[in-house]
C-alpha cells in the first residue's frame, strides 16, 4: 500500500482541505500529517493517523528581532523534516501550504519525492510561490490562479462530503430555532472580534426578522443571550449548522466561501483587510462580481442589519448559487494524486 504524508497548518484553512482530501483516500492508502504543534494537530487527531510535530519558524509581516533567529529555526525544522521522510518513505507529499509544510516540501525534493501542492486563494500565498518550481503540479480553487504557474493546474476546492449530509430538520431542532429563518453566522476564526461585536451590536434589527445561529469562537459567547440567538464556541457538525442555514455572514477565506456557494447559501462575506495580506478581499470581490455572494467592507458594518436583508431578498445571488451547487474539486484532487503514484 502506497504512503503518502500530507502536510499544512498555521490555520485552519491550510488543514480543513486537507482531511476532505484524506478522508477519500484512507482506505487505499497509508496516511500520514506532518505539521506543527499548532492548531493544525488538533484538528488531525480526530482522524486518527501517525502525526508528526516539526515546528517550522513564520515570517512575521513587521520588523521584528524575530525574524532574525528564522534562518537558523528553519535549518533545524528542514534536518527534522528530512530524517521524517527517510524514516518514511512516503511515495508523495501533498502539501495545503502555511509555513508549516515548507520542511516536508524541501526534504521530499531532496529525497525525489513527488509533490503536489494545493492553493486555496486567487492570490497565491508566500508558501505557494517558493515552493511552486518543487511540485510536480499547483493545484488551484481558481482558474485564474493556476494561469500563473507553468505546473498550476485548476481543479477547484477540495471540500468534505460530510457537509452535504445534513438534514434541515433535524439541524433546527438540535439548535431550537423555531420557525424564523436562520441567520448562521461564522465568526469563529481569525479576525471574528470585529465581526462578533457587530453582530451582537445589530440584534435589536435581526431578531425581529431572523434567528440567529452564531458560531462565536472559544471564549467569545455572550451571557445573558436574548431569545432567538444560539451561540456555540465551535461547532464539529459543520453539516447540521449549513443545513439550517437560510443566510450566513462570514469573514472571506477562500474555503468556508467555496463551502458556502456549494451548499448553495447565500452569504455576505466581510473580508478581513487590515490584519492580512489582503487575500481575502481579493477572494470576495471575486465571488461578488459573480453575483455569488455579496461583499460588506469593514468600515461599512455600521450597515450589518440592512445589508442582510437586503442579503435575504437577492434573488440574482440564489440563481448564481443555482449554477454552483455541490461543486467541489475533492475528487479532482484524489484523480491528480493517483495520476502521480498510482
Not at 459567547?221 to 464556541?233: F, M, S
Not at 474555503?255 to 470576495?284: K, M, Y
Request: glycine letters at 10%.
Amino acid at each position: 500500500m502506497k504512503r503518502i504524508l500530507f502536510t499544512g497548518g498555521g490555520s485552519a484553512g491550510h488543514v480543513v482541505p486537507n482531511l476532505a482530501v484524506m478522508q477519500e483516500l484512507k482506505d487505499n492508502y497509508r496516511l500520514a500529517y506532518m505539521g506543527t504543534d499548532g492548531i493544525e494537530r488538533g484538528l488531525v487527531a480526530s482522524f486518527g493517523c501517525p502525526y508528526f510535530v516539526v515546528n517550522c519558524p513564520k515570517l512575521e509581516r513587521s520588523l521584528t528581532p524575530k525574524n532574525l533567529a528564522i534562518p537558523f529555526r528553519l535549518a533545524a525544522a528542514q534536518r527534522q523534516a528530512l530524517g521524517i521522510l527517510q524514516e518514511r518513505r512516503p511515495d508523495l507529499v501533498f502539501s495545503k501550504g502555511g509555513y508549516a509544510s515548507f520542511p516536508a516540501v524541501w526534504a521530499a525534493q531532496k529525497l525525489d519525492v513527488p509533490v503536489l501542492t494545493h492553493e486555496s486563494d486567487l492570490s497565491p500565498g508566500l508558501c505557494t510561490r517558493m515552493i511552486a518550481k518543487k511540485c510536480r503540479y499547483v493545484l488551484t480553487s481558481f482558474p485564474e490562479t493556476a494561469k500563473k504557474f507553468k505546473n498550476g493546474r485548476c481543479v477547484g476546492s477540495p471540500i468534505r462530503r460530510a457537509l452535504y449530509g445534513g438534514d434541515r430538520r433535524a439541524a433546527r431542532a438540535k439548535y431550537g430555532l423555531g420557525e424564523k429563518p436562520v441567520l448562521l453566522v461564522l465568526g469563529g476564526g481569525s479576525g471574528s472580534r470585529m465581526l462578533n461585536e457587530a453582530v451582537r451590536k445589530n440584534l435589536p434589527a435581526l431578531l425581529p426578522r431572523f434567528v440567529v445561529l452564531h458560531l462565536c469562537g472559544k471564549g467569545n459567547l455572550l451571557p445573558d443571550a436574548p431569545r432567538g440567538y444560539v451561540q456555540r464556541e465551535f461547532e464539529t457538525d459543520m453539516a447540521s449548522a449549513y443545513a439550517c442555514a437560510d443566510i450566513a455572514l462570514s469573514r472571506a477565506g477562500s474555503n468556508t466561501a467555496f463551502e458556502l456557494i456549494s451548499l448553495g447559501i447565500p452569504a455576505l462575506l466581510v473580508p478581513l483587510e487590515h490584519a492580512s495580506r489582503g487575500d481575502q478581499l481579493e477572494n470576495a470581490r471575486y465571488f461578488s462580481e459573480r453575483e455569488l455572494c455579496v461583499m460588506l467592507r469593514e468600515g461599512q458594518l455600521g450597515e450589518l442589519s440592512s445589508a442582510l436583508l437586503c442579503l435575504y431578498g437577492n434573488a440574482k445571488v440564489r440563481a448564481a448559487l443555482k449554477h454552483c451547487a455541490n461543486r467541489s474539486g475533492t475528487d479532482a484532487v484524489v484523480d491528480v494524486i493517483r495520476e502521480v503514484i498510482g
